[in-house]
């Protein structure tokens, strides 16, 4: 047995040598024939896949200006939490140039911009603008309630998505339309945001009266003494804020652009100050009338002289 082993080593290294010798090289395994690869499936054409349809990234922008009044930095704090899906930015410091908006905008990757502009510590506009194309809307805000000052008994979760009630009024007239449109986008939490929870818990609602859109608030409230949760026993308690919009022009771009609507009914708070300030004027300036027709009547109209008058002297 170890002679045939030995035979066989040598007879290997012959021939390696050999090959060696002749320049040759050992002759290689040549791998296995691979498989064809299947042909992927596909899916009917009826049939959705992942990744296909509509995903709402609405994002809101919500910025104030330099001079805003605690109030009216609550109500911005309270809509924020309203709106689960909006980003904050620092204050803005031209009140002319609002076209930097858009530019903040896009770099946060929003959407859709709230602005609250301050004048005079007096009064807040806020602009409603879709960014960066527009159409844009600028809103006088009066009438303005916060959560704090309020303090009511409603209460719902936050961060929950809500259900946005719109008056019937707003179907009958263009700048309406779109005005609700504009709320829509910019007030419905998207589906399945990271910072929503899945519940419809409260009632957002715009009204329409004297011109004005009004603001409200509601938690829906299931009646307790029943299991099983129906639409006759829901009730609505006000959470609040609350809020007076009076719309003043609409734009057809961002922050400018063509008028698309001026409300002619609009008077400017200035103009009503001004009007005050006169009729306080006004009545001073009828005292110092009244003063000098006085005078001017007992000039006219002396006092006859007393024989008596020098007695008692």
């Keep these: 047995m170890v002679k045939r082993k030995a035979a066989e080593a040598a007879e290997a290294s012959s021939s390696k040598a050999a090959r060696k010798a002749q320049g040759q090289k050992a002759p290689k395994r040549q791998p296995a024939a ?6 992927p499936e596909t ?16 994002k809101v922008l919500m910025l104030s200006s330099r001079g805003i009044t605690y109030r009216f930095r609550h109500l ?11 980003k904050r930015d620092s204050k803005l410091d031209t009140k002319s140039e609002r076209g930097v908006i ?8 929003c959407t859709s911009v709230l602005y609250f502009e301050a004048r005079k510590h007096k009064d807040l506009y806020l602009w ?51 005005l609700k449109e504009m709320f829509t986008q910019m007030f419905a939490t998207p589906k399945r945001h990271h910072k929503s929870k899945p519940f419809f818990d409260h009632v957002t609602s715009f009204s329409v009266a004297d011109g004005r859109i009004w603001l409200r608030n509601y938690q829906v409230v299931p009646d307790p003494d029943t299991k099983k949760t129906a639409a006759e026993g829901l009730t609505l308690v006000e959470v609040g804020p609350r809020a007076c919009l009076q719309p003043i022009k609409m734009f057809a771009g961002s922050f400018g652009g063509p008028v ?12 009503i100050r001004s009007m005050l300030k006169r009729r306080q004027q006004g009545k001073y300036v009828s005292k110092v009338q009244s ?18 008058g020098d007695v008692f002297k």
Excluded: C
Aim: aromatic share 4%.
């Design 260 to 271: 698309i609507y001026e409300n002619a009914e609009y008077v400017s708070p200035n103009t």
């Design 128 to 178: 409603l603008a879709k960014a960066p194309g527009g159409p844009s809307v600028k809103f006088h805000v009066t009438n303005v309630h916060t959560l704090e000052e309020l303090k009511l008994s409603g209460n719902h979760l936050r961060g929950s998505r809500p259900v946005l009630s719109f008056d019937k009024s707003f179907d009958e007239q263009p700048h309406l339309q779109l």
């Design 291 to 308: 003063r000098q027709e006085r005078k001017q009547h007992v000039a006219a109209n002396p006092l006859p002289k007393d024989a008596l």
């Design 34 to 39: 691979a498989a064809p690869a299947a042909e």
């Design 43 to 58: 899916a009917p054409a009826h049939v959705a896949t992942a990744g296909q349809g509509f995903k709402n990234k609405e």
């Design 76 to 86: 911005m704090l309270d809509l924020g939490q309203l709106l689960p899906h909006s």
């Design 102 to 109: 858009n530019e903040v905008a896009d770099m946060k990757g």
